[in-house]
Structure formats: structure tokens, C-alpha cells
């Protein structure tokens, strides 16, 4: 009847719905044994779907969550090491800056006074016993002073000392300064600074390592293509150009880059020296017509605003030494007097650019189109030092 029929009606349970056992009674019927497994099973499949049975637990998330503990740990770890190695490089060049930077300020102090105090206190730090030092054969001579062939306790040096004949207090205190910025001065394509020693500030000495084979523009007078061959020459290239990309780096101008300027030895290869003329470059006018005329940039001549772009253009005439084994412009003859052109003309000669810089057949291909670019006009055209040793880091490795 319907009255039976609603009584016995159970509603279907809702998917996935979880059964609630009903009170047992004494009398087992067939709707008991049904909730019973019911029970048993927890979780009711959908009527027209398959019974989905719940997996047992596993110890893999466990071991998942070590190893993501593990792996961010490492990244955590990797990160701060990397933070801490760079706050230490960042003091480090902070430190060598300023050291730079005060020796600098003491050169142009010295620029500016026509009587500065003779001070050489900041040298002390570097200062040997003068008795340990001898002098032999003189080496060469600069500007104001001389380099000598010398010992240190037995071992050759090379000992620059300013000339015999009273220096000035200026080219004293010049000269100290440029010692004291050659003690901060590390890299082995610069020659080593060993010390100072001195009785009296007019005997001042710079002792530096000793260059075995002497400097290039002796070098290559002395030699010819055949015993200098290119495979050597772009070794020692290579070598100069690295010693740009530090000072630069360092915002240092050599000012006077030159074959005179370059030493070489049998087993330390290619350095820089002489930085007499060398300055700091800063956002002020650099404006002193320094350096060789034959070297010179066109807007250090002119007196114009000056960067490191002008060691760039010396460096494009020192490829010219290594290609001719001569001098800049030593081709150009002055057709009056039979004879090599004089400084004063070829500077009228490049201010008014009508003085050609060319390469020989002779010399690779790739290192003339360097060259070319290296003494252009405009100095925005010229590549930085560190593009010039890129440069040739990608094309002697190819032509060797």
C-alpha cells in the first residue's frame, strides 16, 4: 500500500556522503547487514561510477618535504656566500680607489703650487734601507729623471732616481707621488714596484723589478721581421692592451703610451711603465697637452677634453711601431731640408688631418682594421681597451 511504501522508502545517499551507523537492535535484518558494509566502506561511489578506494598513506611525502627543506637551504646558503664575496670585492676596489685617489690629489696639488712642500711622509710605508741599494749601467733617461741597472741586497733592479743637477721641489714632489701611485699598482702587465729608499728627499729612488730585455722601442730598432715575427709581436700586444683594460679600469690615463714606455723580459713578458704623466680621470676638463707629439691624440694637442680614448688612439700608433719597426710619420720627409718632418709641422700635420696613418701588407688584416679604428677622428669612434683585448683575444687565438 502507499502508506507501506513510504515507510520503507530510504532516500538514495548523496555521492561521496559519509554514513552514520544506525542503532543496532536485537533482531538482524537484511537493511542492517547493507549499513553495516555500508559502514565498513565510509565512502559511498556514485551510482553509475566505480568505487574509488582511498590509498593508503605514504612516507614519499615525507621524504619530499626534506628535500625541498634541503634544496631551499642550499639556494639560501649559495645566495648569501655570493652576497658576501661581493660586498668584499665591492671594499677591495673601494680600497684600491682610494689609494689611487690620494695619491692623485698630491699629484695635482703639485700641478697647481710652484712651491709645493717637499712632504714624503706618505712613502714611509714603503721605504727600504738606501744602503742596500748600488747603481750601475744607466738604462735610460725620461723627462727628470734617470733609470739605472741596479741590486737590492744582491738581486737587479731597475732604480729611477731624479737627475744629479739639484731637482726642483716641484719635479721632487712630482716625482714622489708618481712613485706613491706606482705602489698601488698591481697587475702583471705593469712593471712591479719594489720600494723607495732616500737619505735626503733630493736622492729619492723608486726601485722596480728589472726588465731583462729592455724597452720596445729598442727592441724592434734591434731586431728585424724575420727574428721578431708576428706570432711574438701579437704576444706582446695582447699583453699592452691587457695593461690598458686595469688602468682604465682603475679610471687611470697613461698619457704617454709609447714604445719607450713599454719593457719587456725573456720570461715576464710585456709590462707598461713610466707613469710620470699618468692621471686620474675625473667629470673636470682634462686639458695639459702631455705625452709625444708623435703619439698624441688630435684633442690632447688641441688642448680639447680629454679620456682614456686618447691612450686608445697612442695605442693604434704604437701598432704602427710594431709594423714598420719605426716611429710614427718616420716615412714623412720635408721636401725643403731632405729630412724627417719636424715635431712642430706634424702637429699642424694632424690638427689640420691631412697627414695619412696607414698599415702595411705585411700585417694581419684584422690588426690593420683594429688600428684603423683604434686612431680614429672622433674619439667616440675609438673602441674601449677592454673591446681592443676582446678583439684580440678572439683573432690571435684564430691565427696562431
Known amino acids: 500500500s502507499p502508506a507501506r511504501r513510504l515507510s520503507t522508502f530510504r532516500p538514495p545517499l548523496a555521492p561521496n556522503a559519509y554514513l552514520v551507523p544506525k542503532q543496532k537492535s536485537n533482531t538482524t535484518t537484511r537493511d542492517d547487514v547493507t549499513n553495516e558494509h555500508a559502514w565498513h566502506r565510509m565512502l559511498v561511489a556514485p551510482p553509475d561510477a566505480p568505487a574509488t578506494v582511498a590509498p593508503p598513506p605514504s612516507n614519499n611525502d615525507g621524504v619530499s618535504s626534506t628535500v625541498v627543506w634541503i634544496i631551499s637551504i642550499s639556494v639560501a646558503c649559495v645566495v648569501l656566500i655570493s652576497w658576501?664575496?661581493?660586498?668584499?670585492?665591492?671594499?677591495?676596489?673601494?680600497d684600491r680607489e682610494r689609494c689611487i685617489s690620494k695619491a692623485y690629489v698630491n699629484m695635482m696639488d703639485t700641478s697647481a703650487d710652484e712651491h709645493p712642500p717637499v712632504n714624503l711622509s706618505f712613502l714611509e710605508l714603503y721605504r727600504l734601507d738606501s744602503s742596500a741599494v748600488t747603481l750601475g749601467?744607466?738604462?735610460?733617461?725620461?723627462?727628470?729623471?734617470?733609470?739605472?741597472?741596479?741590486?737590492?741586497?744582491?738581486?737587479?733592479v731597475a732604480v729611477k732616481t731624479l737627475f744629479e743637477n739639484h731637482p726642483t721641489r716641484r719635479e721632487l714632489q712630482t716625482f714622489a707621488t708618481e712613485v706613491q701611485l706606482m705602489a698601488v699598482l698591481h697587475s702583471p702587465f705593469i712593471v712591479d714596484f719594489i720600494g723607495v729608499a732616500w737619505d735626503t728627499p733630493e736622492d729619492l729612488k723608486c726601485i722596480l723589478e728589472y726588465m731583462d730585455l729592455g724597452d720596445l722601442r729598442d727592441y724592434l730598432a734591434t731586431h728585424d721581421a724575420a727574428s721578431f715575427s708576428w706570432p711574438c709581436k701579437l704576444t706582446c700586444i695582447q699583453s699592452i692592451a691587457e695593461g690598458l683594460?686595469?688602468?682604465?679600469?682603475?679610471?687611470i690615463i697613461h698619457r704617454d703610451l709609447k714604445s719607450r714606455n713599454v719593457l719587456l723580459d725573456s720570461t715576464k713578458g710585456t709590462k707598461l711603465s713610466d707613469f710620470g704623466f699618468s692621471r686620474e680621470q675625473t667629470t673636470n676638463t682634462m686639458t695639459a697637452g702631455v705625452g709625444t707629439?708623435?703619439?698624441?691624440?688630435?684633442?690632447?694637442?688641441?688642448?680639447?677634453?680629454?679620456?682614456?680614448?686618447a691612450d686608445v688612439y697612442s695605442f693604434g700608433m704604437?701598432?704602427?711601431?710594431?709594423?714598420?719597426?719605426d716611429i710614427p710619420f718616420a716615412h714623412l720627409r720635408d721636401k725643403h731640408k731632405d729630412k724627417s718632418v719636424a715635431d712642430c709641422t706634424l702637429v699642424g700635420m694632424v690638427i689640420a688631418n691631412t697627414v695619412p696613418i696607414t698599415y702595411s701588407n705585411t700585417m694581419p688584416t684584422w690588426l690593420a682594421h683594429l688600428g684603423r679604428m683604434c686612431v680614429a677622428r672622433e674619439p667616440s669612434a675609438r673602441p674601449t681597451a677592454l673591446e681592443i683585448a676582446d678583439y684580440l683575444r678572439q683573432n690571435v687565438s684564430l691565427s696562431m
Open 137 to 156: 749601467q744607466l738604462l735610460g733617461s725620461g723627462g727628470f729623471a734617470d733609470v739605472f741597472r741596479g741590486t737590492l741586497h744582491g738581486t737587479p
Open 318 to 325: 704604437l701598432l704602427i711601431e710594431f709594423d714598420t719597426h
Open 293 to 309: 707629439y708623435r703619439w698624441m691624440a688630435p684633442e690632447v694637442i688641441l688642448a680639447h677634453r680629454y679620456t682614456s680614448a
Open 84 to 94: 658576501i664575496l661581493f660586498l668584499l670585492y665591492r671594499r677591495k676596489q673601494a
Open 245 to 251: 683594460v686595469y688602468l682604465h679600469d682603475a679610471s
